[in-house]
């Protein structure tokens, strides 16, 4: 048999560059030195140089549930509730806990996914199929405002959907009627954030919705971020923009675990206002020789992990704990606001409320500046159409502040011309 393009000789592959098959193996000591030799090279998250993508409280106690609770079920498998009954318990538990959090209704459904994306995923999959079987649209459309997060236009891709994007007005936050001139009779879904990613700002979910409602059409409040920071947020006395379940036209919302609910990756929930719409995201398949093969996610085998970690979190820390770490990170953020405003030609874009903020320069080129911050070791993300900066505080930078806004203030007096434009995520 001779080799095929994607299965080359190894000759090939090792004169291509690539990394063979190792003949032997080395020493656990020997492989472990080197991995943490490489980790070195990593963004520096544990000294608060990262403005999203990790979450980290700081707190050695939280740290320590995490690990031990994901050490515990680092060899299980989600896949099979059956065979381990204490993750099918304990999965069920996160969902209700997180449905509550959100207000949703005592006949609402929800299931546990990977993260934001596949919760999306769900969402859009479960609105297509609502929108055939309740009111058979064959050519199904999604519109979502511009700051919305790219897995709406990828759930489309993936799903064989339009993607509908539409603009936003001068405070980044969704033009309504923009929006709706693009609602049609083929539309399945409507989406609004709270929070939006690029500028940290809330959607008019109230809005949105009540209009979806009048259309007939299901409302997607994206709350990946804003579910774990936002009722908390009212918890401590602020006044919030409604934003979940008590709106009747939010008939569902995305939930990330993962991001301020601060536990380890993997881990969000997709609720539903009704537990009937779930059904359509269950693939159920039993014409197959091992028996009926029936689950709600995209992945087969499944960490199980993430699952037992949410439940240990929330269960550690509870709405007292949340509601604590949020005090101080509202506490930071507003170092952390004040400080770059006082900084020459600094200006914060738009009207964020919470933990995350981009801002841009009047006076210099903001991406020069960032290019700085990267070179001091700092993670910034960048946003355009204006020009931004863009960060996501987690509570571990408030160990960090005086240090970030101290090279912020050396980078505005010195800098050059931009080199990088675009941090993405490729
Ligand atoms: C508002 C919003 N929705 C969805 C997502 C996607 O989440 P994930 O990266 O966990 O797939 C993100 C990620 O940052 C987000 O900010």
Same mark, same amino acid.
Request: net charge negative.
């Given at each position: 048999? #001779?080799?095929?393009?994607?299965?080359?000789?190894?000759?090939?592959?090792?004169?291509?560059?690539?990394?063979?098959?190792?003949?032997?193996?080395?020493?656990?000591?020997?492989?472990?030195?080197?991995?943490?030799?490489?980790?070195?090279?990593?963004?520096d998250w544990q000294r608060g140089? @990262?403005?999203?993508? %990790? +979450?980290?409280?700081?707190?050695?106690?939280?740290?320590? %549930?995490?690990?031990?609770?994901?050490?515990?079920?680092?060899?299980?498998?989600?896949?099979?509730?059956?065979?381990?009954?204490? $993750?099918?318990?304990?999965?069920?538990? %996160?969902?209700?806990? %997180? #449905?509550?959090?959100?207000?949703?209704?005592?006949?609402?459904?929800?299931?546990?996914?990977?993260?934001?994306?596949?919760?999306?995923?769900?969402?859009?999959?479960?609105?297509?199929?609502?929108?055939?079987?309740?009111?058979?649209? @064959?050519? =199904?459309?999604?519109?979502?405002?511009?700051?919305?997060h790219p897995a709406f236009a990828k759930a489309a891709y993936y799903l064989g959907l339009e993607a509908r994007s539409t603009s936003l007005n001068d405070g980044f936050t969704a033009d309504v009627d923009d929006l709706f001139e693009h609602v049609d009779a083929n539309t399945v879904?409507?989406?609004?954030?709270?929070?939006?990613?690029?500028?940290?700002?809330?959607?008019?979910?109230?809005?949105?919705?009540?209009?979806?409602?009048?259309?007939?059409?299901?409302?997607?409040?994206?709350?990946?971020?804003? #579910?774990?920071?936002? =009722?908390?947020?009212?918890? $401590?006395? +602020?006044? *919030?923009?409604?934003?979940?379940?008590?709106?009747?036209?939010? @008939?569902?919302? #995305?939930?990330? *675990?993962?991001?301020?609910?601060y536990v380890t990756k993997g881990a969000s929930v997709i609720v539903y206002r009704d537990a009937e719409w779930l059904t359509h995201q269950v693939f159920d398949y039993d014409v197959w020789p091992p028996g009926r093969y029936r689950n709600a996610s995209v992945a087969g085998a499944r960490a199980a992990s993430p699952v037992a970690a949410s439940w240990a979190l929330l269960r550690y820390l509870g709405?007292?704990? +949340?509601?604590?770490?949020?005090?101080?990170?509202?506490?930071?953020?507003?170092? $952390?606001?004040?400080?770059?405003?006082?900084?020459?030609?600094?200006a914060i874009l738009g009207d964020s409320i919470g933990p995350l903020m981009s801002f841009t320069s009047t006076r210099d080129d903001i991406f020069s500046i960032a290019d700085v911050m990267d070179e001091r070791g700092w993670h910034l993300n960048r946003v355009h159409n204006p020009s931004g900066v863009q960060m996501m505080i987690a509570p571990i930078h408030g160990a960090h502040v005086e240090e970030f806004l101290a090279d912020l203030a050396g980078a505005v007096e010195h800098h050059g011309t931009a080199r990088s434009t675009m941090v993405g995520y490729t």
């Open positions: 048999m #001779s080799p095929s393009a994607n299965h080359p000789e190894s000759g090939d592959r090792e004169r291509a560059g690539r990394t063979p098959f190792p003949a032997r193996g080395a020493s656990a000591a020997a492989v472990m030195a080197e991995l943490f030799e490489r980790k070195t090279a990593d963004a140089r @990262t403005f999203n993508l %990790v +979450y980290p409280t700081g707190r050695a106690d939280v740290d320590r %549930v995490l690990t031990e609770a994901n050490n515990a079920y680092l060899f299980e498998n989600a896949l099979n509730p059956t065979r381990f009954p204490s $993750l099918g318990t304990m999965q069920a538990e %996160v969902l209700e806990m %997180v #449905s509550s959090l959100v207000n949703a209704p005592s006949r609402a459904g929800a299931g546990f996914t990977a993260g934001g994306t596949e919760s999306i995923l769900m969402s859009v999959l479960v609105s297509r199929e609502r929108g055939r079987v309740e009111r058979g649209i @064959t050519q =199904p459309n999604i519109v979502f405002p511009s700051s919305a879904l409507i989406v609004g954030s709270a929070y939006g990613f690029p500028h940290g700002v809330i959607d008019p979910i109230e809005e949105l919705s009540s209009r979806a409602l009048e259309r007939g059409v299901p409302f997607h409040s994206d709350t990946c971020i804003g #579910s774990f920071v936002l =009722p908390f947020m009212e918890r $401590l006395g +602020y006044e *919030i923009p409604p934003f979940d379940f008590r709106l009747p036209g939010v @008939t569902q919302m #995305s939930c990330d *675990i993962h991001k301020y609910g709405e007292d704990g +949340y509601t604590e770490i949020m005090r101080g990170l509202l506490e930071t953020t507003r170092r $952390l606001r004040e400080g770059v405003c006082a900084l020459p030609g600094l």
